[in-house]
C-alpha cells in the first residue's frame, strides 16, 4: 500500500514519515505553486491514498501575497483532488480553524459557518471549497496551533525565548486548542 504524502518537510508530514508506511514528496519533487506537477505526480506513483500536509503556512506574509497562497492552498489541493478522483483513491487535506472568523466564545464545530479574517484563512477555505467542488473520496481535517518537536511552531519559539529573557509578551486574547503534529497522524 502506498500512501503519497505532500509536505516532506513539515510538521505533519514529518511525523507521517516517522510514522512509517508514507511515500514523501517535498517542494523540490511537486511545487505547489504548480498544481498540474502536484496532480501529474499522483497519476505516476498511483497511490493507494494521497494526504496533502503542505500548505503556504505563512500567515502574515500571505497579506502581500495571497496569489501565491491561493495557488499553494487552493488550486494545488483541487488539481490534487481531481487527480484522486480520476484514481479513486481516498484524498485527506488539512486546513485550519483560520477558516472561521474567530467570534465567539464556543469551540467551532465542523458545519459552523466560516467566515476567514485574514489572507491565509481565504485561501485555505477556498482550498476546501474546491476540494468539495471537486467530490470524490475526501476528508477534510481542521487542525489548531500544531506543534512538533520539528519545524517552527509557537511552543519553540517559547521554549527558545525563555533561554534568554525574564519576561516575554504575548497576546492574551487569543484563545485555541494546541494540537502535536504526532496525534494529527
Ligand atoms: N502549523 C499550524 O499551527 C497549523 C494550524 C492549523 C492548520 N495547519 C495546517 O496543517 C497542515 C500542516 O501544517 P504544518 O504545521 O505541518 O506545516 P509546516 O510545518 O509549515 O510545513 C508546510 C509544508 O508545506 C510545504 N510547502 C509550502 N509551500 C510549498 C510549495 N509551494 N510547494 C511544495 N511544498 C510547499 C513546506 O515546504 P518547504 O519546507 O519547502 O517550505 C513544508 O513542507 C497545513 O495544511 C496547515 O495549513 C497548521
Not at 496569489?67 to 492552498?73: I, T
Request: aromatic share 6%.
Amino acid at each position: 500500500m502506498t500512501v503519497l504524502v505532500f509536505g516532506k518537510s513539515g510538521q505533519v508530514a514529518t511525523e507521517l514519515q516517522r510514522a512509517g508506511g508514507v511515500l514523501a514528496v517535498g517542494r523540490e519533487d511537486a511545487d505547489l505553486a504548480k498544481p498540474e506537477v502536484c496532480a501529474e505526480a499522483i497519476r505516476r506513483v498511483k497511490p493507494h491514498a494521497v494526504i496533502n500536509a503542505a500548505a503556504y503556512t505563512a500567515v502574515d506574509r500571505a497579506e502581500s501575497d495571497e496569489d501565491l497562497a491561493g495557488l499553494v492552498n487552493a488550486a494545488a489541493p483541487a488539481a490534487m483532488a481531481e487527480a484522486c478522483k480520476t484514481l479513486g483513491v481516498p484524498f485527506v487535506h488539512l486546513s485550519t480553524d483560520y477558516v472561521f472568523s474567530g467570534d465567539g466564545t464556543q469551540p467551532w464545530q465542523p458545519e459552523d459557518l466560516t467566515g476567514p479574517q485574514n489572507a491565509y484563512g481565504r485561501s485555505k477555505r477556498a482550498g476546501e471549497e474546491a476540494i468539495r467542488a471537486v467530490g470524490g473520496c475526501y476528508a477534510i481535517l481542521r487542525t489548531s496551533w500544531v506543534f512538533s518537536a520539528h519545524g517552527a511552531n509557537f511552543v519553540k519559539t517559547m521554549l527558545r525565548l525563555s533561554q534568554t529573557r525574564d519576561s516575554l509578551s504575548v497576546v492574551a486574547d487569543q484563545v485555541g486548542g494546541p494540537t502535536s503534529a504526532r496525534a494529527i497522524t
